[in-house]
């Protein structure tokens, strides 16, 4: 069955660094997704993709965050500038068609450790 | 805003015994609700998606339950087995694209 990659699947970085965290989504689906999870919280949106454009974020995606779909298979998102606050797993999921009528699909995540 | 909320927190059973979680949530209007499974440190597994004009979904020994009126789901897992150990997490999708996540319901099936 077609799955959500993630890579890497655990990431240390030092405060202020800057990170990517890579995706591929399965191959027919037209809509990408990122989500957060802090440990012992619940997941938490951050920023939906489609069409090349952010189609809705939340208020934690700020301007240290963005996202981009560099080629035809890959959907990255990338943090400027880590906070230790940013330590959290990092979900990536995709949507065949729009959301309203479809589940989202779920990669198996990277956690993200900031020191 | 959205809020999902999902009783009890934890749950012990013995195996073979059946079971219901249970998700609430605040605002009505939704697309739809969909279950998820969440192993320790893993991604999220989707189980059952149950659309708002239905009233139910089935997968196996997996039934959803959705009454929106009132803002509830539940999911009912019948004859539960040590495999089915794992966080169950349910979440809806309301105006736009996201979904909004319960607290979540930690599992464990004993022998």
């Known amino acids: 069955e077609p799955e959500v990659t993630q890579t890497p699947s655990h990431q240390v970085t030092q405060m202020g660094q800057e990170v990517i965290l890579r995706c591929v989504p399965i191959s027919n689906h037209l809509y990408f997704y990122w989500y957060r999870q802090i440990l012992g919280q619940k997941v938490e949106f951050l920023v939906s993709f489609y069409n090349n454009e952010i189609s809705e974020k939340s208020e934690i995606f700020d301007d240290q965050f963005s996202v981009e779909r560099p080629d035809g298979s890959n959907f990255t998102l990338k943090i400027r500038s880590t906070k230790l606050e940013d330590s959290a797993m990092y979900f990536c999921?995709?949507?065949?068609?729009?959301?309203?009528?479809?589940?989202?699909?779920f990669g198996d995540g990277t956690r993200l450790s900031i020191l | 805003k959205q809020e999902v909320t999902q009783i009890p927190a934890a749950l012990s059973v013995p195996e073979g015994e059946n079971l219901v979680l249970n998700c609430s949530f605040t605002?009505?209007?939704?697309?739809?609700l969909q279950w998820f499974r969440q192993d320790p440190g893993k991604g999220l597994t989707s189980l059952l998606l149950i659309q708002s004009s239905q009233r139910e979904q089935t997968s196996g020994r997996l039934n959803a339950s959705l009454d929106k009126s009132s803002g509830r789901s539940t999911l009912y897992i019948a004859a539960s087995q040590p495999g089915d150990s794992a966080t169950y997490l349910c979440?809806?999708?309301?105006?736009?694209?996201?979904?909004?996540f319960g607290t979540g319901t930690q599992l464990k099936v004993e022998l």
């Open positions: 605002d009505s209007a939704i697309y739809n």
């Open positions: 999921a995709s949507s065949e068609h729009t959301p309203s009528n479809q589940p989202q699909h």
């Open positions: 979440a809806v999708t309301g105006g736009g694209n996201k979904l909004t």
